[in-house]
């Protein structure tokens, strides 16, 4: 067997096509969205997040704002500039790229944006509300593997779903969100026993774990869907090259639709930032909501 291919690209292309259209209403109206990103440092990753992030927020209509912070900057300096974010009236969704240098603590910042403009889902209120199943801000990731996984297979109504990772930024929104659909969800993570024989009983395997190439063949029940979060660069070859946490060409002979790396999740996540700012801007604005 060989898996269908789940087009990220294609599909986070359609999302952003979307938000556009939903931009263009509220400019016809005299409101443009707008998105502050704050970045810290100069890791080169994030560097390049950011970039991509503000070309398709402009390529979509939105305002896009950008902070870009000394890696030496205060914990009361970036508190400051949240702060008046959080009150600026043209900003309706603020994203602070992570990880945050060490000398910075991570939850204070991220609980000092206004939770309705948090458009990663990483306030503490907005974890709460996805938690006992109220409208929340969704973390963008998990968020694009629950439409993909739509998408593909309709109804998720009791199928079981393995999540390869506890993270608070994918893997625990991922498996709320799997919860939500009434998939019969487990949790892994690196002290799991026998992670392999959990993971072959699954209709849904999503794996975010951070590890190149780490879920082979062996891992996956045949027919199953399986979602490669993972973003990984090693050399290979001599060259560099991007793998996800699923090893791709032994898995695919066994799965029935994967997500390749890249163009599978990745894409997936800048659009749902989009989708998460205009729900933001047509909330602050007393509109009604996008679907
Ligand atoms: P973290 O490092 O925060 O979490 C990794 C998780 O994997 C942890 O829960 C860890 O367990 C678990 N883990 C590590 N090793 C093993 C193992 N051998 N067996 C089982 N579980 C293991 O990573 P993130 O959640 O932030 O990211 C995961 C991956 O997704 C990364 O590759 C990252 O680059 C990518 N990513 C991609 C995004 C996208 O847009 N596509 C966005 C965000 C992340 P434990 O808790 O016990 O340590």
Redesign the pocket.
């Known amino acids: 067997m060989t898996a269908a291919v789940i087009d990220g690209k294609a599909f986070a292309a359609e999302v952003r096509g979307k938000v556009a259209a939903g931009v263009a209403g509220l400019v016809a109206k005299g409101i443009t969205p707008g998105l502050a990103v704050v970045l810290v440092g100069e890791d080169p990753a994030s560097q390049v997040y950011v970039r991509s992030k503000g070309r398709m927020t402009v390529e979509v209509g939105m305002n896009s704002f950008e902070h870009k912070l000394d890696a030496s900057v205060g914990q009361a300096e970036l508190l400051a500039l949240i702060a008046a974010l959080n009150a600026d009236p043209a900003v309706h969704g603020i994203l602070v790229q992570l990880p945050l240098p060490g000398h910075l603590e991570e939850a204070a910042v991220i609980n000092a944006i206004d939770p309705a403009k948090d458009v990663d889902g990483f306030h503490i209120s907005n974890v709460g509300l996805l938690a006992t199943g109220q409208k929340a801000m969704v973390p ?2 998990p968020l ?1 593997c629950l439409m993909l996984l739509r998408a593909r297979l309709g109804d998720l109504s009791g199928l079981n779903a393995v999540v ?4 608070n ?3 625990k929104p991922m498996a709320q969100l799997l919860l939500g659909d009434s998939c019969t969800v487990t949790i ?5 026993k026998d ?1 392999k024989a959990l993971c072959k009983g699954a209709d849904i395997l999503v794996a ?4 190149p190439e ?1 879920i082979t063949a062996d891992y996956v029940k045949p027919g199953a869907t399986v979602i490669d ?4 660069r090693i050399e290979r070859d001599g060259k560099q090259k991007l793998v ?2 699923v090893d791709y060409a032994s898995a695919a002979e066994v799965a029935g639709a994967i997500t390749p790396v890249p163009g599978g ?2 894409p ?2 800048i659009a749902c930032l989009l989708a998460n700012t205009l729900t933001a801007c047509c909330r602050a604005n007393g509109l009604p909501e996008p679907e």
């Open positions: 963008c990731t694009g390869v990772g506890r993270s930024i994918v893997g892994a993570h690196s002290r799991t992670l975010a774990v951070g590890r780490m979060v993972g973003i990984n996800g946490d999740v990745g997936m996540t």
